[in-house]
């Protein structure tokens, strides 16, 4: 047998060619999504090292704002600022190693100054600057001037680290010095010195005045990274206090919500100190205040995420990379997370585990790589982590690729434009199109070759170049290339001219491609997708993307965003006309949105090629839950198993809800603490008294929690009078025939008023599961009910008192025995296996079937069957009747061959529903004409025309 190695070893190739096609195509994609602009006439001063959310970048000289991604570059008086639940650390370039911690809702402006020092104006929010891990010696960052929006100027010394928050509603300023040396200057020129361990507040007047207590050991914004083996860890809140308040009492509190209004813990020391509290999982706020300035409280969170592991994505596990004499270079890409710092690739031999043939770090999830020689190798990716110190943490899982070489040379392989691609001419007949090939050969001139013809009889056009790709550029007159593709039908192939052609491989294969006039097509929409959802205050900051059918537009077309509040589009409330794909600061009212793209003649004004219509939801803050069961400071029953059940009205865009108990001394009960995606909560309490629910509601995201104000509710609870069944009673027994002619009483008793008693009978099914079978809506306390077929029932009362809660009796169950069959009908004529032929039918112009009257039978159904040569059974025809007999005098209905018939006793009642049924009877009978054996010819006398 022929080996397939060729055929295999094509198929290979294939494959890693699409990979590759996929894995460009997915990154030239996040490239145009995710571009940062860089500008040539500034030099980079500092970079985004990390990013949560949405962080955005305004140049000084311009009014647009554009999202920032990680490592986007930084430049002097650039304004930066976060949105909420957000997070940014920005990295300076030089010897100075100072680091910016941006929170949520901040902004902020970074200066460089000639003589190399900072400044870095604070417009709202908290920002952490940190220049302790700068050389002792490095002069350069002597200085970092803060200056808030007041005119208030923080001067911090080198090797220390200042937070500052500015609250823009009290326009009161809080700046904490946690470590080394500064100096503050107020506004009205007054300097005072601040020293590691201090904090000072300005208020809204601009006067400064020293905190009575500061922390020390925790940033205000501390990020915890849990990973999917690890325990939550615990923090130490370590503080020190003004002498002024040496005796005064330290209150440390945590909370899960921002405003404290629920405090998880509190803890009170005196003078300086530390204690130990744990993280959880979540943001944990804190607070750290002297008793008798709780105005002046240290504030800070902790936010707990949960960090996924590395996972490799190319090579796929198992690829082969293929090359001829030179080694092929390796794109390795990962999915990391916006936690890591940095990343290290390690190579092994598939042999050797242990030592990395190549090791290398990156900011980045992928890396180029071309200097591995044949052979087996596995690969792994080492995650770095600046958060908790960390450092390098768990690798990923190890992958495996092969390269080989290939004996023989291999031809061009064409990589774009793709076969039938179309190319589209602007207003001028100019058109740009890109040529892509591949070649095991890396010393080689190559032809590009263009026709009309696939045979490439006619009309060739031969381009010269030395590397594996040409960008072509054909115009109308002919001035750039000298080379013009009219609209219609286009070829091309790759010649490659080399020392190893002498294996006739130097041709690659054939593709076409078509150029045609330019026509608006549809656009794409790419972001935000459909269905996205965003709260108010985040639409100026989203960015709106798209594509049009190819990159550059002719002058004359401008892309149009609209925006509406109905899919139809009849009325436009928001209409932007731009140049570029993509858009933001667009302000939109809370409600549902629908928005598309489409292309403007700028000459004629009118709008084409609108993209399919996306939805696009603006949701308000997250509100408190409104609780409707029980009523504040009512008396409820506790019903079931002394359950309670508080009830409350969903609240807009929560995910869950956290439930909180308390008794009538105020105490927590730690049993039930309870998360639920229900708007509703059961706790078995066991007692009875008062009692006080808290409800919060929780929107979970991917990075972080948000939460709504607290709910509650206080009431108090009592044991119910439940109702009782008292007949059938439970486990009874009822005659089955009996219950299909008699009605089946019903008796119970009232526990607590209600108006509202339902009883509710339900069947057991074969299956194990309860249906029901019956309802009776206010029922008095004698009920029949009729019809009941035999097996097993549960019936129970239900209600609910005056104050809504249920007082459901407990359930009893009865049984139906089953109904005793019918006889089996006797059939007496046809005869079994009676055969009907030419001489029965002769004396018989009907045929009769005859059964024996069946006790209790009200009507039987007779059904004719004509058996087929393979058994099979035709109905010829059924009919009910009364009487034990039935006469056929349609013989048309019958044939030659074997027939079966049924007959089945019922009993109905007088309502129709059947009572009793018996066994079916079956007969067999044959109709059959044998030819005569002679055929007797009678005189025909004289016909007619002899």
């Known amino acids: 047998m022929r080996k397939r190695t060729k055929s295999k070893l094509v198929n290979v190739v294939f494959v890693i060619v699409c990979t590759a096609v996929f894995a460009v195509s997915m990154d030239l994609f996040r490239k145009d999504l995710y571009r940062t602009t860089i500008r040539d006439d500034k030099s980079k001063i500092a970079q985004i090292t990390f990013k949560q959310n949405v962080a955005q970048r305004k140049f000084d000289d311009r009014v647009v704002w554009e999202r920032l991604q990680k490592n986007s570059p930084l430049y002097d008086a650039d304004t930066i600022r976060t949105s909420k639940k957000s997070q940014a650390v920005i990295a300076f370039e030089d010897k100075s190693a100072m680091e910016i911690n941006l929170d949520e809702n901040t902004m902020i402006q970074i200066r460089k100054a000639s003589d190399g020092s900072y400044g870095i ?76 361990g201090q904090s000072v507040q300005v208020d809204e007047k601009g006067k400064v005045q020293r905190n009575p207590v500061t922390v020390t050991s925790i940033s205000k914004d501390l990020i915890i990274l849990n990973f999917e083996d690890s325990e939550t860890k615990e923090v130490t809140v370590q503080w020190t206090v003004d002498e002024a308040f040496a005796d005064s009492p330290v209150v440390i509190e945590t909370s899960k919500s921002k405003d404290f209004e629920t405090i998880e813990s509190r803890i009170e020391k005196t003078g300086s100190g530390s204690v130990e509290i744990e993280s959880g999982q979540g943001r944990l706020y804190w607070r750290v205040y002297a008793e008798e300035s709780m105005d002046k409280a240290a504030e800070g969170k902790i936010n707990v995420v949960t960090v996924a592991p590395v996972k490799l994505v190319s090579p796929v596990k198992g690829s082969a990379f293929t090359y ?61 982590y600046k958060a908790n110190g960390e450092g390098w943490s768990k690798p990923s899982s190890p992958s495996t690729f092969r390269i080989i070489k290939l004996a023989k040379v291999q031809p061009p392989k064409l990589s774009v434009p793709a076969e039938g691609t179309k190319v589209s001419l602007d207003a001028n007949d100019e058109l740009k199109i890109y040529f892509g090939w591949k070649s095991s050969v890396k010393e080689a001139d190559y032809y590009l070759e263009l026709s009309d013809t696939r045979e490439f009889s006619s009309n060739i056009t031969k381009v010269k170049t030395s590397s594996t790709h040409y960008s072509l550029e054909s115009s109308g007159d002919d001035k750039n290339s000298g080379i013009k593709l009219s609209p219609g039908q286009w070829f091309w192939r790759v010649v490659r001219n080399s020392e190893e052609d002498e294996e006739n491989t130097d041709t690659s294969e054939i593709r076409s491609f078509i150029v045609e006039k330019f026509v608006p097509q549809e656009c794409k929409l790419l972001y935000p997708t459909d269905n996205f959802t965003i709260e108010s205050s985040e639409t100026e900051i989203q960015n709106f993307i798209w594509k049009t059918n190819i990159e550059q537009l002719p002058s004359r077309y401008a892309c149009v965003l609209q925006f509406a509040s109905k899919n139809d589009f009849k009325k436009i409330e928001i209409e932007k006309t731009v140049t570029s794909n993509q858009i933001s600061d667009i302000s939109l009212k809370e409600g549902e949105w629908y928005w598309r793209v489409g292309l403007k003649n700028l000459e004629s004004k009118e709008i084409t090629a609108s993209s399919a219509a996306r939805k696009l939801t603006v949701k308000a803050p997250l509100g408190n839950a409104v609780f409707t069961y029980p009523e504040n400071n009512s008396t409820n029953v506790v019903y079931g198993s002394d359950t309670v059940i508080v009830r409350w009205n969903a609240v807009r865009d929560a995910d869950l809800y956290q439930v909180k108990v308390f008794d009538d001394q105020g105490n927590l009960i730690p049993q039930y603490f309870n998360e639920t995606k229900e708007t509703w909560f059961a706790a078995k309490t066991g007692l009875e008294g008062n009692f006080k629910v808290i409800v919060t509601a929780v929107d979970e995201e991917d990075t972080s929690v948000r939460t709504g104000p607290d709910s509650s509710v206080t009431f108090t609870l009592r044991k119910p009078v439940k109702a009782q069944t008292v007949l059938p009673e439970s486990g009874e027994k009822i005659e089955g025939l009996w219950a299909l002619r008699n009605p089946v009483t019903l008796k119970w008793k009232k526990g607590d008023d209600s108006s509202d008693f339902r009883i509710v009978v339900k069947k057991l099914s074969p299956d194990g ?168 010819i009678t005189e025909s006398g004289e016909q007619y025309g002899e």
């Open 121 to 196: 104006a604070v417009g709202a929010g908290n920002v952490t600057v940190d220049t302790t891990g700068a050389p002792e010696k490095n002069t350069k960052a002597a200085s970092v001037v803060v200056s808030l929006e007041d005119g208030t100027k923080f001067n911090v010394e080198q090797g220390s680290r200042l937070s500052a928050a500015v609250n823009q509603v009290t326009g009161q300023s809080n700046i904490q010095l946690e470590a080394g040396n500064a100096s503050v200057q107020a506004k009205n020129g007054e300097v005072q010195k601040v020293e590691a």
């Open 324 to 384: 001829r004499k030179e080694v092929p270079g390796i794109n390795f890409t990962w999915e990391g997370n916006q936690y890591a710092q940095k990343y290290r690739l390690q190579i092994f031999k598939e042999s050797d585990s242990t030592t990395p043939v190549f090791e290398t770090e990156t900011e980045n999830n992928f890396y180029y790589y071309s200097k591995l020689e044949d052979g087996a190798y596995s690969w792994k990716v080492i995650p770095f």
């Open 769 to 936: 599961s309860w249906n029901i079978e019956r309802i009776i809506s206010n029922p008095k306390e004698t009920e029949t009910v009729k019809g009941l077929s035999s097996g097993t029932y549960s019936w129970s009362v239900l209600g609910n008192t005056m104050e809504g809660y249920p007082v459901n009796s407990e359930p009893a169950s009865f049984t139906i025995t089953p109904v005793p069959p019918l006889e089996k009908p006797v059939l007496i004529e046809p005869e079994e296996g009676f055969l009907i032929n030419a001489s029965y039918l002769k004396k018989n112009r009907k045929i009769s079937f005859d059964w024996n009257d069946v006790p209790d039978a009200t009507d039987y159904t007779f059904a004719l069957y004509l058996r087929g040569e393979n058994g099979a059974l035709t109905k010829i025809m059924e009919q009910s009747v009364v009487k034990s007999e039935i006469k056929i005098k349609n013989l048309k209905l019958f044939d030659i061959g074997k027939f079966e018939w049924h007959v089945t006793a019922y009993t109905h009642g007088t309502d129709g529903v059947t009572e009793r049924k018996s066994r079916t009877a079956r007969g067999n009978f044959e109709i059959k004409f044998e030819l005569p054996k002679k055929v007797k």
